[in-house]
Structure formats: structure tokens, C-alpha cells
């Protein structure tokens, strides 16, 4: 659906201070309340989950500080460790490490993590506001109405701002609430308030990117490439010395608050700044362009399709071909920067006690190989990540109305979405198996140990039946309950607290039970076990022959 708008001509007709050459002004943001409103009740929910976890796995984090380093020689050690090159890039600025105090010690190992996921909520929040709402057709219907230009996007801002400020008021109130030494009130006001401004900067980020392009998924995928090159600069910075790189990233910024040692404000609002710039250019660029169009031009296609692109796995991959490189991109980047550090794996972790017990848990091999299995964990989950996103495709083709008008031809229900499946139970595996040859190719350089390439490509691709099962529950979902399909984010979110967080702070055992990814078998570090496998493999069968099932039974949603 497209508009036939003229780009600078002022939608809100009849609303008080419309009217001729007053497309800036405030009739352009006409209807914002009400449309924030409305997106605050739609996401009460998604964003009541999202505060909740970041803050309460911080507060869980900061807690067991005080277990995880008792005493003074822990935290001298931690330190050290954490003052090489690799421990930099996984933390901090090296400016935390002179008095290693816990509140040291949480703002260089927590935030730069946390403002990832914060940036993560912030995208997702702007993007599915404004680029999602134009791609469905609702924008449009909406601005027939007494809403304003710029409303969309100004009430997706306010959104995110609130979700944000969420954020930093519970880890503002909660951390100090904890009773620990060094974690005051003001250092906690300034911890919270870097996570909101980090949040909000990625947040106009987003606000450019849906000007950019006319597919929702495609300015979340620019928007968090923006995050990762953020993150990477960040880290090649710390570890290198080299400061300027550092500071070309908001992440960069917010570790520069030294929160709990120095207290600096002025990074925040840099941050804020940097906010107010991209949101500005974000409406600039949206009055250059007409509703549910991009700025970039869409590409043209061949006069006629390839005999490839006639079938239904070849459209499949058509259309899922972005994300797959995307998420391609970011894997192969990861394992790669952790398979640089893996040979400096024992120096990092020795002197930590807990950290050691957690990762002899994994097995008791070596470090390398107990570090290199807790890496793969970190990297099943984003794969998992990748696989939900590719399984919940079906149901955007759904409400978009393109799955109608195929299966209205003699493509079956089963084969159309059978071609989509191929994209996650394929791609998924493939994208996982490439990170451990990454991981093994640079291990084996830093350690010396070429063996590495096939014990850790073998390792990864033993996650390919988790994977498998959790796109089955996507397509059970998809199949049965469509409405509530979304719910299969729960599963990586659930295998990465138990899996990667669970074995430092300590979960119950019982608790990867329902993890799919909790029944892999550790390799390199445990031995191979085929059972597990062999029955998460039948389990996979069997939710995808039930979501099959379910979709030949049910009615489409059509428009």
C-alpha cells in the first residue's frame, strides 16, 4: 500500500495549528499523545519484561560480587586479570582497574554489556512503532485521520525515552538498596542514568535508519550493526590503548562516566546530545519521503525470475537472504575476537576462584577448552536468536497479506511454509558451524593448537538440534496459537540466563532442564553424548509436524 501524499503537505487537517506553510510546526506533531499512549499500552507487557531484565540481572550480578570476590586478594587478581588486553576488550576502560572496588568492578564488567541490550530495547521499540506500522498498512489508515506528520515518530521517541528512564529508575533505586560497599546512591543515579542515555542515543539511531529503508527488519538490521560497530569500536579501543576509538562509540562514553570511581556527568550528555542530533535528522529525512517508502531506492529486480525464485524454499530465501548475512556477519565477528583471547584463556581465569569452579562444572578440561565451550553456549544463543527470527517470517508474510495470494495458486499450505522452514533449520546450524570454524581457526592461532578447527566446528555443530527444536516451538506456535507466537523469544532469552549466567551465579541444575541448549553436550570440554541429540532431534519432528498440522487446520488472518 502507498500513499499519494505530497511529502511536505501538512496531514493534520482541521487540527489546531494546521493549516498552510505549517508543516514544521505543532500541527505536524498532532495525535503524538494519543499514539504514545497507544504504544504504551500495546507494549505494557514487551517493556514491563524488558526493565525487569536488565535491572533485576544487573541487581543479581551486583550481588554476587560479593561471593564472586570476598576478599581484597580476589579483587586484586580480578584486576590484573582483567587489566590485559583481552580482559580489556571484554570489560572496560583500564580506568576502573587503580581501586578496584564493587562498584568498580560493576561498571566496567556490566556496563558496556547491559548498554548492548538497553540499545537492543531501543531500536526494537522505535522500529516496530513507525517502520513495522507503515509496512502492515495501519500508519496509513491512521494518518487519514487528525495525525499529524511527525507523530509516529515522535511518539515512538517518547516511548522508547520512557522505557528507558524505566530502566535507570530501578537500577537507580534497586542498586543501592543492595547494601554493598563502594555502590552508593549517587554512583547508582549516574549508573542508571548511562544506561538511559546509551538507550536513547541508539534510539534516534533508529529513528534515521526507518527513514533509510522500506522493510522494518532492514532498519533494525542497520540500526543494530550500528550497535555492534559501536560495541567493537569500544573494545578495540580498550584493548588496544587506543582512546580515540573508544571515543567514537556511545557505549565508549558511558564506560568513560566512571561510575562509582570518578562520577562524570558530561558523558551522558554527550550521549543525549548525540540523541537529540539523530532524531532531528530523523524527521528531516521523513518529510523527503511519502508513507511506507524508503529513502533508498528500491532495487530492481530481473525482468523475470529465476527458475530458483519460482520455488517456494527459493522465495524463502529470498526474502530471509539480509537477515541470514547479518546475523552471518555478527557471528563470524564474535567468534572470531573471542577465539583471538583463547590463548590467554588460563592467565584470565586462574586467579578467579568462582569463575574457575564455574567453568571446571563444564567438564574440568582445560581452560581454553572450558572457555572455548562457554564461547559456543554464547554463540548457540545468537544463532537461537537468528532461528526465532527466521521462524516468525510465516506470520509477518501472514498479516502483510502476501501468503494469501500464493496459496490461492497451487502451492499448498504445507509447502509454503515448509520452503520458509528450510531458512531456519538450515541457515541456523550453517551460521553456528561457521562461527566454530571461526572460533577454532583463531583459537588454534592464539593457542597453538591446531586440533582446535575440528574439536570446535564438531562442538557448534552439535547445537544443531537445539536449534531445530526451537524453531519447532515457532512453528507450533505459528501453527496453533499465531497470536501469542511471539512468545518463542522466551526460549533463547531463557537458554542465555541459564546457560552462560546460570554456571557463574550459580542456578540449580534442574533449571536447564527446560532449556534446549541446556541438553547439548559442553564439547570440546565433556565428552560427546548422542542420546541427548538423538532425542532433541525427535522432539524437533515432532513440533514441526504439529505446527504443520495446525496450519491446514486453522483459517488464515486475512485483510
Same mark, same amino acid.
Given at each position: ?292 517508502? /524508503? =529513502?533508498?531506492?528500491? @532495487?530492481?529486480?530481473?525482468?523475470? $525470475?529465476?527458475? &530458483?525464485? !519460482? *520455488?517456494?524454499?527459493? %522465495? +524463502? ?122 572460533? /577454532? =581457526?583463531?583459537?588454534? @592461532?592464539?593457542?597453538?593448537?591446531? $586440533?582446535?578447527? &575440528?574439536? !570446535? *566446528?564438531?562442538?557448534? %555443530? +552439535? ?97
Amino acid at each position: 500500500m502507498s500513499t499519494t501524499t505530497p511529502p511536505a503537505e501538512n496531514r493534520a487537517v482541521g487540527a489546531p495549528g494546521a493549516g498552510p506553510g505549517s508543516t514544521a510546526g505543532a500541527g505536524a506533531l498532532v495525535g503524538t499523545g494519543s499514539l504514545f499512549r497507544f504504544a504504551l499500552r500495546r507494549d505494557r507487557l514487551r517493556l514491563a519484561v524488558w526493565m525487569s531484565a536488565v535491572s533485576l540481572g544487573t541487581l543479581a550480578v551486583a550481588s554476587n560480587f560479593r561471593q564472586l570476590y570476598a576478599d581484597p586478594e580476589d579483587r586484586a587478581d580480578a584486576a590484573e586479570a582483567l587489566g590485559s588486553p583481552a580482559g580489556l576488550a571484554m570489560s572496560g576502560p583500564r580506568g576502573y582497574l587503580d581501586e578496584y572496588t564493587f562498584g568498580a568492578m560493576l561498571g566496567q564488567q556490566m556496563l558496556g554489556f547491559t548498554a548492548v541490550l538497553v540499545g537492543l530495547m531501543s531500536v526494537l521499540i522505535v522500529t516496530r512503532h513507525t517502520r513495522a506500522e507503515e509496512e502492515t498498512g495501519r500508519a496509513e489508515l491512521v494518518r487519514s485521520a487528525v495525525v499529524g506528520r511527525h507523530a509516529h515518530l515522535a511518539a515512538a521517541l517518547a516511548a522508547a525515552v520512557v522505557a528507558n528512564l524505566g530502566v535507570a529508575l530501578l537500577l537507580a533505586l534497586g542498586l543501592p538498596g543492595l547494601g554493598i560497599d563502594s555502590v552508593d546512591a549517587s554512583g547508582s543515579l549516574l549508573y542508571g542514568a548511562s544506561h538511559a542515555a546509551v538507550g536513547v542515543a541508539f534510539a534516534g539511531v533508529a529513528a534515521i535508519t526507518v527513514q533509510l529503508t522500506e522493510h522494518s527488519r532492514g532498519a533494525t538490521g542497520m540500526a543494530l550493526a550500528t550497535i555492534g560497530v559501536a560495541y567493537v569500536l569500544r573494545a578495540a579501543g580498550d584493548s588496544g590503548g587506543n582512546e580515540a576509538l573508544s571515543w567514537l562509540s556511545p557505549i565508549g562514553w558511558a564506560q568513560r562516566t566512571y561510575v562509582y570511581v570518578d562520577d562524570r556527568w558530561w558523558p551522558v550528555f554527550a550521549c543525549l546530545a548525540t540523541a537529540a542530533l539523530c532524531a532531528a535528522a530523523g524527521f528531516a529525512l521523513s518529510t523527503r519521503r511519502d508513507v511506507g517508502a /524508503g =529513502l533508498r531506492p528500491r @532495487a530492481r529486480g530481473a525482468a523475470y $525470475a529465476s527458475s &530458483v525464485l !519460482l *520455488t517456494s524454499p527459493g %522465495l +524463502a530465501f529470498r526474502v530471509h537472504r539480509g537477515a541470514l548475512l547479518g546475523f552471518g556477519a555478527g557471528l563470524t565477528l564474535m567468534a572470531a575476537m573471542y577465539g583471538a583471547i583463547l590463548g590467554q584463556a588460563s592467565d584470565l581465569l586462574q586467579d578467579v576462584d568462582q569463575l574457575r569452579e564455574a567453568l571446571d562444572r563444564l567438564g574440568g578440561a582445560g581452560p581454553a577448552e572450558a572457555f572455548a565451550s562457554m564461547v559456543l553456549m554464547v554463540l548457540a544463543v545468537v544463532a537461537a536468536v537468528a532461528v526465532v527470527s527466521a521462524s516468525l517470517r510465516p506470520r509477518a508474510e501472514e498479516l502483510a497479506g502476501r501468503a494469501e495470494p500464493l496459496l490461492a495458486t497451487g502451492l499448498s499450505r504445507d509447502r509454503w511454509l515448509a520452503g520458509h522452514l528450510v531458512v531456519p533449520l538450515v541457515g541456523g546450524p550453517l551460521l553456528l558451524t561457521t562461527a566454530g570454524l571461526v572460533l /577454532g =581457526l583463531t583459537g588454534a @592461532a592464539s593457542t597453538g593448537d591446531p $586440533a582446535l578447527v &575440528v574439536r !570446535l *566446528t564438531v562442538a557448534a %555443530l +552439535a547445537y544443531a538440534p537445539a536449534l531445530w527444536v526451537t524453531a519447532g516451538v515457532a512453528v507450533a506456535l505459528f501453527g496453533w496459537f499465531p497470536r501469542v507466537g511471539s512468545l518463542v523469544w522466551i526460549v533463547p532469552v531463557y537458554a542465555f540466563v541459564v546457560g552462560y549466567l546460570g554456571e557463574i551465579l550459580r542456578f540449580p541444575g534442574w533449571s536447564n532442564t527446560f532449556s534446549p541448549l541446556g541438553h547439548v553436550p559442553r564439547l570440546p570440554s565433556a565428552e560427546a553424548a548422542w542420546t541427548p541429540l538423538v532425542v532433541l532431534t525427535l522432539v524437533a519432528v515432532a513440533l514441526v509436524w504439529t505446527g504443520l498440522v495446525g496450519f491446514r487446520r486453522r483459517d488464515l488472518t486475512t485483510r
